[in-house]
């Protein structure tokens, strides 16, 4: 007969964690925050929303403070500073709330039945929001960001091959080069493109802006794809070298298939990154009011439909920005959700 | 697996020869030698492109920089005179670029506390779960295209800041940057920047927040075990220890701030004056500059836009060589 003896190993715990009364304390002292901010909204020059979160904002670590006033100087700047980090945050994250939603709502007023099939051939811009659409814009941007893709991914993912897997001489060198790159301002890229693709080839074409968005593209890539490629396990690579592989078959057969889905995320978010940019765009591709899938001429694009329809302080044109701008904004958020798929593919090997 | 006792040889009475140590051949085979090759070709791409970014405006820009030498960088107008007479023309960015810098300026200083406060919430505040979602949603901002930001500065944000500045004037105008003597505020600095500082928070929090997480845990558990504060541990641990990083992050943060183009164009008015008012209606901006002069340009003035180019290359360079030193040194460390 054996004696089994149960022990339970303690479950580890995070360093501070809120007791309830603290919990309470804290609920306590944002629900008075925001009684006394409210108060404080009807009653001063502090309105609208905005007014009413600048002074519970303020009250919040006030109360905060005294609820906690028993338990010493150190719990208190404890609180205090936790109740500021977290109201920090929330006001950071109002404007960009703010953005989506504004977005949204003044975008949807622009569509109607075929907005999205449509363009302005024949539309002027301050003509009744049913007529027109961005069409255009949309073969447009999709032309551009896939020559760009073609062009920068290869780039990209060699500039990490040779960091990681061929680690040369020169990998420190290059990675900070790609670091670099990845400041260089979106106009300057634009004006580079003009000074040489523009010039060269006498005028505005897609395959200008598709270059600028390539040289814009490829930092995002690189770096990614460096991430993404020290994934890949040591073990993999020394049994493919003990089966007697070469370098470069290492490489294509082994490396590369192991991590396809994280070199796809790469290329999205590269992707992602460009397909908004305008600056360069303006200095390249130009715009076009036509659906055109011609890459010799100028051609239009989302952000610059946005950008022209704005200029132009018409009504129904500034209306049609927003419209833009929503679409804009649905297809970073779909390339967006791509990468976080395929990412998380990648996380589960 | 080690044995209990050792075994000497010489005791038995065996001799032992020592091999000679085998040397070690890797010679690649051809093909790996043509890959090698070929990807490190391909890897120096992005320096090419780097000195051809700087070559070809070099090259288009020289005309001016020889016309006008250092005088193009310190002048604050920007006259064309007579089209067809360059030798009338009278060309500066100095107040563009002083106007960069005090725009920068302004969006870094309004967004490095928030962006610590964020990196600190993310990394030790919340539970993996919200740390996941808010991760996804830093890297959606930093996302997001400039133009919906400037679509959304111009609309939005725009009259709210005219509001504040009138009253930010009223109380403290007395200062001279928040005096206002034309009384026209709107497209101002203060706005342009504030609405940078929106765009390079995720920036600067997703360094910041790489390098906290990277603070001595043992340290962090030991403050905790003494009983202190979590703040206590935050200020004598985390912060001193992520200082060199968070520096380096918000000059990656700045480098964007100065290059960026559309945000500020639709939310900055140009004036060819240099000005430290930052409420006032008037501020200046190489990359707007460029952006705006681009249009109706003469041959001329292109030329001296390429110049302009070449000297925010520079700059926004010089800052990211900075920034890419300091933070890979802080990554280092650990």
């Excluded at chain 2, 250092?70 to 064309?80: A, E, P, R």
């Excluded at chain 2, 990277?214 to 504060?229: E, F, K, V, W």
Aim: charged share 10%; with cysteine; glycine share 10%.
């Amino acid at each position: 007969m054996s004696i089994t003896v149960e022990t339970m190993a303690p479950v580890p715990t995070r360093p501070w964690r809120n007791s309830r009364a603290t919990g309470m304390r804290n609920l306590g002292a944002i629900v008075l925050a925001a009684i006394c901010g409210a108060a404080i909204n009807q009653v001063t020059g502090l309105s609208g929303f905005l007014g009413l979160f600048l002074a519970a904002a303020f009250l919040f670590p006030v109360f905060v403070a005294v609820a906690n006033a028993k338990r010493g100087a150190n719990v208190v700047t404890d609180r205090i500073a936790s109740a500021v980090i977290a109201v920090a945050f929330i006001a950071v994250t109002i404007p960009w709330l703010s953005i989506f939603i504004t977005v949204f709502q003044k975008g949807s007023e622009a569509f109607h039945s075929s907005y999205l099939t449509d363009d302005m051939r024949i539309t002027p811009s301050g003509d009744d929001l049913q007529y027109g659409g961005i069409a255009h814009a949309m073969v447009g941007t999709l032309l551009m960001v896939i020559v760009a893709t073609i062009i920068s991914v290869p780039f990209g993912i060699i500039a990490a091959i040779y960091i990681v897997e061929v680690k040369g001489r020169f990998a420190g060198l290059i990675r900070f080069l790609v670091q670099a790159m990845s400041g260089v301002p979106s106009i300057v890229a634009g004006l580079f493109v003009y000074s040489t693709v523009v010039i060269f080839f006498g005028g505005f074409s897609a395959w200008a802006g598709a270059v600028a968005l390539s040289i814009l593209m490829l930092p995002t890539v690189a770096r990614t794809s460096e991430e993404v490629l020290k994934l890949v396990s040591v073990d993999l690579r020394t049994s493919s070298a003990a089966l007697g592989a070469t370098q470069a078959r290492t490489v294509f057969t082994v490396v590369i298939p192991t991590v396809a889905s994280g070199l796809i995320t790469a290329a999205v978010l590269g992707v992602a990154r460009v397909v908004g940019e305008t600056a360069p765009l303006i200095l390249t591709s130009s715009y076009f009011v036509a659906t055109s899938t011609n890459l010799n001429d100028p051609i239009a694009s989302l952000p610059i439909y946005i950008f022209s329809s704005l200029g132009l302080g018409d009504q129904n044109a500034t209306a049609r920005a927003w419209g833009g701008a929503l679409v804009l904004l649905g297809l970073v958020f779909f390339f967006f959700l791509l990468t976080r798929i395929f990412s998380s593919r990648i996380k589960r090997k | 697996m080690g044995l209990p006792f050792t075994v000497s040889c010489e005791h038995y009475g065996v001799q032992t020869t020592v091999p000679e140590k085998r040397s070690i051949e890797n010679n690649l085979t051809r093909v790996d030698k043509v890959f090698q090759n070929l990807v490190t070709l391909g890897a120096f791409f992005s320096m090419v492109v780097l000195a051809a970014i700087g070559g070809f405006l070099l090259y288009r820009g020289f005309e001016i920089f020889k016309d006008f030498g250092f005088s193009f960088i310190t002048g604050s107008k920007w006259d064309i005179g007579n089209p067809e007479d360059t030798s009338t023309a009278i060309l500066g960015i100095g107040a563009m670029l002083v106007g960069s810098i005090i725009t920068a300026i302004i969006a870094v200083l309004l967004s490095v506390p928030f962006a610590v406060a964020t990196a600190l919430l993310i990394e030790f505040y919340v539970p993996g779960w919200i740390k996941t979602i808010l991760v996804s949603i830093l890297d959606l901002v930093a996302a997001l295209p400039s133009v919906v930001f400037g679509i959304w500065g111009y609309a939005v944000l725009l009259p709210l800041v005219e509001d504040w500045s009138v009253t930010i004037e009223h109380y403290l105008g007395w200062i001279p940057i928040f005096n206002v003597p034309s009384g026209i505020f709107g497209r101002s600095p203060f706005l342009a920047g504030l609405l940078l500082s929106l765009m390079i928070v995720p920036i600067i929090t997703s360094v910041a927040r790489e390098v906290y997480s990277q603070a001595p845990r043992d340290l962090i558990d030991a403050a905790s075990a003494l009983g202190g504060t979590r703040w206590g541990a935050l200020r004598a641990v985390v912060l001193p220890f992520g200082r060199s990083g968070l520096v380096g992050g918000t000059m990656l943060g700045l480098g964007r701030a100065l290059g960026e183009t559309v945000a500020v164009y639709l939310t900055l008015n140009l004036v060819f004056e240099i000005n430290f008012k930052i409420l006032a209606s008037a501020g200046g901006n190489v990359a707007s500059l460029i952006a705006t002069k681009f249009g109706e340009a003469t041959e001329y003035e292109l030329k001296a836009l390429m110049a302009s180019g070449l000297v925010l290359f520079l700059v926004t360079l010089l800052v990211n060589f900075g920034a890419t030193m300091i933070v890979n040194k802080s990554r280092k460390i650990v």
